[in-house]
């Protein structure tokens, strides 16, 4: 059975000539990680490779480059360090520091809420590694829990410089704004701009999440939950979680006032609050406590541990026995020579006659036989001492699942329960997580295809699609949005992206065109706005208007949120009030040439006996009478006709 991991064409690949590809440990949005071995130094590290479908973008590829530059820059024990960055054809490359452990999301997808010290632990060590970045100059700007990792042997440490950038240019716009939106300072989503105190109100939105066990705003739209950001205040966590003590939740407010400047000026700042804050609670970071790496390595284990360990205690209702005499023990040996010689001649019968079927039973019969243990759910390590301790000769596999956990026992081959000879040999298969998939742009599919499509991946879809007018045939996906299984950020997927089996996508579909009511009556026009399913407002709007006749609609006011109509909007009416009409001026007595000057400096065309034009009369003539009159009024552009005379 090819699994996916046999699938990805880089597993077993020598990338550079240096780094052997061995497996591949998770995957992004922009690139996928891997554990690979440094050949040359003869390591572990992480390989972050760019997936394929960006590598020819120039400005992807800058900020790969930007990331290591970045994060090579910073030297401190809290900081993800990045060795080497380079590009094997079509590759584009990092190589990281390998850290086994788990993530800060991990952590919190198991635990929800997390301790007071396991929080001051966490936030101790990030707020280190993040003030040796704003002392370089360098903005994070993606602080969130997927880019916190907690080792195995307890280092905490932040990583994933991709957005980060000098303080020098911090403006951010249109698709550069790739912060989490769930963790966006107010004045990215106002105005598009970031520095240090931007990575504080990220910090302050997590350090809210390990207190509480979720994040603050929440809504279906990205959108919705970046307007919260820019126009709510974040609430104090002990409204949620009463145990949370004073000095936090004003650590909280503080990190997350709307205006930067009402927040810490960067992280070493922040980090001296919390630090007296620590010194006044008699808390102190289990990590930065410790002195030896055996302390290091038991407070990592107390900060991931999210169950208790379980004893075994004695059941006091088991009779202890009681104490035997000597009289009582010749007694009973006594009896018991007395028994032993019909004893062992009954036995010497009955071996005789069930040794042939018990040499038959082990021998080649089903006694021979051991059934397959079941390892569901197990780790590989533990699942292979089960078949081990059972005779049988474990061999690893790997298999894809949207069910079982990565690294997680699936089942076995062959099955659970089968009886098989001692030694054979049994495959553990292992789950290395959803399968990954390039999907096909989705744009110009009708909704069912698209939604056929995407089931033939294991892909999900909401039930229901958001409908919007547009220039796109009725029925036709017009956009996509991918929502990822763990909980990531959701990004587009409208010309096609990277898909993992579970996924959820919402899909933009097309309603037709906006309708045209333009020169239609109101009545026409309201007709044809509800036949697309559009509620149309009880008042209009009143208008001039040069080229559409009174009463008759001009067009629709716009949409009060931006973007597309929707079906179910209320659409407003704008009716003509017909041109506008203006005053016209008295040139009666005028001279002709004064006449015309007046009138076209009004808006006004004049039109008069054709001999007014020869050279030298229209100096010479003057207006007897005009039509229409001073008392009247006539749109921009009217013609009034003059009587003209020679004057005596």
């Not at 959820?504 to 309201?526: H, I, K, N, R």
Request: charged share 25%; with cysteine; proline share 5%.
């Amino acid at each position: 059975m090819t699994t996916n991991q046999q699938a990805d064409p880089l597993i077993g690949r020598l990338v550079d000539g240096r780094y052997r590809v061995r497996a591949r440990i998770a995957r992004g949005g922009m690139a996928t990680v891997y554990v690979a071995t440094d050949l040359r130094l003869e390591r572990r590290i992480a390989l972050k490779v760019m997936h394929a479908h960006l590598s020819d973008d120039s400005a992807f590829q800058s900020r790969f480059i930007q990331e290591a530059r970045a994060a090579a820059r910073l030297a401190d024990p809290h900081v993800v360090n990045v060795f080497d960055q380079g590009q094997d054809g079509e590759l584009a490359y990092l190589v990281m520091e390998y850290l086994p452990g788990i993530t800060l999301r991990e952590l919190l997808r198991e635990q929800k809420r997390l301790t007071i010290p396991q929080t001051i632990t966490i936030m101790d060590a990030v707020l280190a590694g993040l003030s040796a970045a704003h002392r370089a100059g360098i903005v994070h700007r993606d602080v969130k829990p997927e880019n916190v990792l907690l080792a195995e042997d307890g280092r905490i440490k932040i990583g994933d410089f991709g957005l980060a950038r000098a303080t020098t240019a911090n403006t951010a716009t249109g698709q550069q704004l790739l912060g989490t939106i769930a963790y966006l300072a107010p004045e990215l989503v106002t105005r598009g701009t970031a520095d240090a105190r931007s990575d504080i109100y990220a910090l302050g939105i997590m350090l809210y999440e390990m207190l509480v066990g979720e994040q603050p705003y929440k809504g279906e739209q990205p959108m919705q939950i970046a307007f919260q950001h820019a126009t709510e205040s974040v609430p104090r966590p002990s409204v949620r979680n009463p145990g949370v003590p004073e000095p936090l939740d004003e650590l909280v407010l503080w990190a997350t006032e709307k205006s930067p400047d009402e927040r810490p000026d960067d992280a070493g700042q922040m980090l001296e609050r919390l630090r007296e804050i620590e010194r006044g609670l008699g808390i102190a970071p289990a990590v930065a406590a410790a002195t030896t790496s055996q302390r290091s390595q038991a407070d990592s284990a107390d900060l991931t541990k999210v169950m208790p360990s379980t004893m075994v205690i004695a059941d006091p209702t088991t009779p202890v026995p009681e104490a035997v005499d000597n009289a009582t023990l010749l007694r009973r040996r006594s009896s018991r020579r007395r028994a032993r010689g019909a004893f062992l001649l009954t036995l010497v019968l009955l071996l005789a006659t069930v040794a042939g079927g018990v040499g038959w039973w082990f021998g080649s019969g089903p006694g021979s036989l051991v059934a397959v243990p079941g390892v569901a759910g197990l780790s590989y390590e533990a699942a292979a001492d089960a078949l081990t301790a059972e005779g049988f000769v474990p061999v690893r596999g790997e298999e894809n699942s949207i069910d079982v956990a990565r690294d997680q026992a699936i089942r076995t081959d062959p099955d659970e329960g089968e009886r098989l000879d001692k030694g054979a040999e049994v495959t553990v298969y292992v789950s290395t997580g959803p399968a990954s998939h390039t999907a096909d742009a989705l744009n110009g599919k009708t909704e069912q295809e698209a939604r056929d499509y995407l089931s033939g991946i294991k892909v999900n879809t909401t039930e229901t699609s958001l409908v919007l007018f547009s220039d796109a045939d009725a029925g036709r996906v017009i956009n996509a949005f991918v929502t990822p299984r763990d909980g990531g950020e959701v990004y587009a997927c409208a010309e096609g992206c990277e898909l993992l089996e579970d996924d959820t996508v919402e899909l933009y579909v097309s309603a037709g065109a906006f309708p045209d009511v333009s020169g239609m009556s109101v009545d026409q026009a309201t007709n044809t706005l509800t036949e697309k399913q559009l509620l149309v407002a009880g008042e209009v709007q009143s208008v001039f208007s040069e080229s559409v006749a009174k009463d008759l609609v001009v067009g629709v006011a716009d949409r009060a949120e931006e973007g597309n109509w929707r079906p179910g909007d209320t659409v407003q009416l704008i009716v003509s009030k017909g041109p506008e009409l203006f005053p016209v001026p008295d040139v009666s007595g005028k001279t002709l040439v004064e006449a015309k000057g007046i009138l076209e400096n009004a808006g006004f065309t004049s039109s008069y006996a054709a001999w007014g034009d020869l050279p030298g009369f229209a100096d010479l003539a003057r207006v007897t009478a005009q039509d229409p009159g001073a008392d009247k009024q006539l749109p921009r552009g009217g013609n009034v006709k003059l009587s003209i005379q020679l004057s005596g």
